[in-house]
């Protein structure tokens, strides 16, 4: 696919990691290990706005229903809240003692929630900042990634633990488990009609669940020893694999080879992919997001 590369930023002098597409695809957004993220016009690919608050790494960001308001969740153990046309964040979320990583919002755009490598995840009101967020104790250290399902009554998490865990919100504990991910569930996502989530293992492997009873549909071993990351279109039927110096992308359940891009940095980090499923967005060690057109 020697013309599937449409877009190459340079983003950041150093590492750009947290990428991540808005919801109605116009827009894509990138942060660095420092505190800043830059928006991209995806019809010109050039740089529209900047946002700055945190001063370490920004390591997820995640927008609300509204495709307006998005979250940055950072390793300054703060989570910041914007609207796209704010100068400064219309919420600093404090109250986490460690590195933040996952975010979600609810499906109302009411509430917001986080996952930290400090054994707790929690639910924000980002209206009332101030107020103190509910906290669900996990039984693992590592919080890595948090998903509402469209109740908005009940969460998934994985991390730093062999299952991934569902939540009931209204009680405040753990209803199903996904078992079975080799020391850790390192990645989890929902597929965009969210009846499957995906998680992936500390090996490598991948897993489908079923959100209507949570049983295991298939795993698959993708070929990759503890990839950098993994992610999920959003109908779930391709998986972009991020490992040192290529991207690979694979149909799934096949796991044929849709597209393979090679690079020549190790440090191949985040991925994001647009609405429609056809613009994968990739960050890297060099500090550029790159953008391929898998139509």
């Not at 009411?110 to 107020?131: E, F, G, K, Q, V």
């Not at 009680?171 to 078992?179: D, L, R």
Request: charged share 20%; hydrophobic share 40%.
């Amino acid at each position: 696919m020697p013309d599937a590369l449409i877009a190459e930023l340079d983003a950041f002098e150093g590492h750009a990691y947290a990428v991540s597409f808005s919801p109605d695809g116009k827009r894509l957004l990138v942060g660095g290990f420092g505190g800043l993220i830059r928006v991209y016009d995806t019809t010109s690919w050039q740089e529209v706005a900047q946002f700055v608050h945190h001063d370490k790494s920004t390591n997820h960001i995640e927008f609300a229903p509204d495709n307006d308001t998005f979250a940055v969740s950072s390793s300054d153990r703060t989570i910041s809240v914007w609207k796209s046309d704010d100068t400064e964040p219309s919420a600093i979320l404090k109250g986490h003692r460690n590195t933040v990583m996952g975010l979600s919002w609810s499906p109302d755009g009411s509430c917001l929630a986080s996952a930290a490598t400090d054994t707790t995840i929690r639910i924000w009101d980002p209206a009332n900042p101030d107020t103190k967020p509910t906290s669900l104790k996990a039984p693992y250290r590592i919080g890595a990634q948090v998903e509402y399902m469209p109740d908005g009554e009940t969460l998934i998490t994985a991390g730093g633990g062999d299952e991934a865990l569902v939540w009931s919100l209204e009680s405040g504990e753990v209803i199903a488990q996904m078992p079975g991910h080799d020391k850790s569930a390192r990645a989890m996502q929902l597929t965009a009609d969210a009846s499957r989530v995906m998680t992936q293992d500390f090996g490598g492997a991948i897993h489908m669940w079923s959100t209507s009873d949570w049983s295991l549909i298939e795993s698959h071993d993708i070929g990759s020893k503890a990839p950098r990351s993994v992610t999920l279109s959003p109908d779930g039927t391709r998986l972009a694999v991020m490992e040192e110096k290529r991207v690979r992308v694979l149909a799934l359940p096949s796991l044929e080879s849709v597209a393979e891009y090679p690079l020549s940095i190790k440090g191949v980090h985040l991925a994001s992919f647009n609405p429609g499923g056809n613009l994968l967005a990739v960050t890297a060690a060099d500090g550029k997001a790159r953008v391929w057109n898998l139509a």
